[in-house]
DNA sequence: TTGAAAGCGCTAACAT
DNA sequence: ATGTTAGCGCTTTCAA
């Protein structure tokens, strides 16, 4: 049987209501609240949470829910959150949705009631299925933005664009893009920083059939972009590049000398040989930046303000990050 | 403000308690059944866990604890216990200590309240820290053991030694060994596999100094490896394992043929060039037979048996997986 | 089969 | 500055 505040405050010789005071920063007399806190020291006393959200209305705790623990992605996410969260002296939930929409909203739907905030990494949700959430529980989305939700999110199509940029500058003329599951947030991203790239000309983007954002996503691909002609790649994400990085080498095809590939999120850039030029995203940034926006809401929700204390939708820089899997077309030809 | 079972009651014409007996399968007739959880469903009732375990003294809910969950290894064990949670209709509390033993241990303190159990992968932390733990929660080990605990582990030693036999029978007669930080739990089993495999001779086996269980842990090692002159190489895990794959090549080493390199996990393996034989261990079968376990410890403490209900130290087994990363040492010197 | 009442551990009025 | 009291939402005796 764990340690009660009854028993502190029967062993510090007080009220229980005292014992509480004491403990968390109430109006006591400095003697008895060292007192109280020395005797909650000695016996280990840690307070009962649940017991404690009864009455104040707060969990004491965060969820958070991702789709895939296993893609370094959202593995740095949980990273980040799990920091933050920590800091705040707050354990957090974390589900893992296998990817699937059905599983993202019965996830929310069941850690709603024990948690002050969720934070939602949620690719496969309808914005109407998030709007819904939103409006039972306070909420930040992350990597996602649905207007008129607070989120935090990285600006993909920026990063996108500045990796056509510098292929173009290079020299390539026509590059493959091989997206990933299609119309998902990131996806949309992706498509905007290609069309700005591509407004001006001078240089052609084609889509390959999207695959899944894995490695083994990437080694499919290969093929159907070799097959194309093009010099340059784009590729979903680093896990499909590095894919893409294999399969091309059993084929033959050296990389950059042969084709250039670009990768994305820098999470496994410099595993795969050569290293990959990506665009760098503050995954781990991003989580933390999410745990404050939420606390931020939840105390805002807590005093019935009507208004949001602040700006609650956030975009992070990318940037590009060259290394040694991008060069000049045919490069080897050159005399 | 949240459905309570009050109010489902009330809209269902019962008492409160009636309504907790028809949703939790207590003893009510059929029909008053039906109809109360017909509210419920229609309300979205769900119950306040805190309550709830405010008076049946389980939270309804486990912890995860782990070392770093941007390590691959500890990703997969993660979802692996959070699959399997999912299943039994438990959240999980996930702490990622950054590899620091007080932080495991602080975590402990901080989790036992709030969960029915604990799931530990704590490589820093001491015996007597464990114990002590163990001492005032239902806790399994994963990855680690210590004697009169519940855990499950999988098979490093023998995956150690099947390696070692590996290169032996391809005639690798000196390996160097790329040892992960010291005095873990891990760590002690790949001396044990190497011990046994280097018993009857044959084949020698040197330490180099200890890395980071890193990526570039294993770049920083590399060239501690190359200045011995050993054809193979055992590295920690794949991390360290790749991580000597780029800079063996960044040093114009060629692998398979110039120097042979064994991972170990199978996490990353396949994502550096040459594919790594590693030895493979069953992470995410281990989360889930953990969560398996502690669920059968927990109801085992509630019935207060004073016996465990079963085998409490599980290990998995371990296997070799052969690729392109090993070959017979000097391959090409031959004619 | 159902309802009334007690109480889990804690905090927040209110009283002193 | 401290104690007393009430009650958060739920389950579980105990009666009916």
Redesign the interface.
């Known amino acids: 049987m764990?340690t009660t505040l009854q028993d502190v405050a029967r062993e510090a010789g007080v009220s229980a209501a005292t014992a509480s005071r004491a403990l968390t920063g109430g109006t006591v007399s400095p003697s008895t609240r060292d007192a109280v806190r020395a005797v909650a020291e000695r016996l280990g006393y840690?307070?009962?949470?649940?017991?404690r959200?009864?009455i104040t209305g707060r969990?004491g705790?965060l969820?958070l829910v991702v789709p895939?623990?296993?893609n370094?992605f959202f593995?740095?996410v949980?990273?980040g959150v799990?920091?933050r969260a920590?800091a705040a002296?707050l354990?957090?939930?974390?589900?893992?949705t296998?990817e699937e929409a059905g599983?993202e909203v019965e996830?929310v739907?069941?850690?709603?009631?024990?948690t002050d905030g969720l934070l939602l990494c949620s690719p496969r949700a309808s914005d109407a299925a998030l709007l819904d959430v939103a409006d039972?529980a306070t909420t930040v989305l992350l990597h996602r933005r649905v207007d008129g939700l607070p989120s935090v999110v990285a600006d993909l199509a920026d990063g996108t664009r500045q990796a056509v940029e510098h292929l173009r500058a290079l020299g390539h003329r026509r590059i493959v893009y091989v997206p990933g599951r299609p119309s998902s947030w990131a996806g949309a991203q992706r498509d905007l920083g290609l069309a700005a790239a591509t407004a001006d000309g001078g240089v052609e983007v084609v889509r390959c059939p999207a695959v899944a954002p894995t490695?083994a996503g990437g080694v499919q691909a290969a093929d159907l972009v070799l097959a194309d002609g093009a010099t340059a790649v784009l590729a979903y994400n680093d896990l499909v590049a590095?894919g893409l990085?294999?399969r091309a080498?059993a084929r033959g095809v050296r990389v950059p000398d042969d084709l250039s590939v670009v990768g994305h999120d820098d999470t496994?850039a410099?595993?795969?040989?050569p290293?990959l030029t990506t665009v760098a995203v503050p995954q781990r940034r991003a989580g933390a930046t999410a745990v404050d926006l939420l606390l931020r809401l939840v105390a805002a929700a807590r005093a019935s303000a009507a208004e949001p204390p602040c700006d609650t939708e956030l975009t992070l820089p990318t940037h590009l990050v060259v290394r040694a899997s991008t060069a000049e077309p045919a490069r080897r030809r050159r005399p």
């Open positions: 764990p840690r307070p009962n949470r649940a017991a959200g009864l969990a705790a969820g895939d623990l296993t370094p593995a740095d949980a990273k799990a920091a920590r002296d354990p957090v939930f974390v589900t893992d296998d599983l996830a739907a069941s850690l709603r009631r024990g039972r490695f590095v990085l294999t080498a496994v410099t595993m795969g040989h290293a």
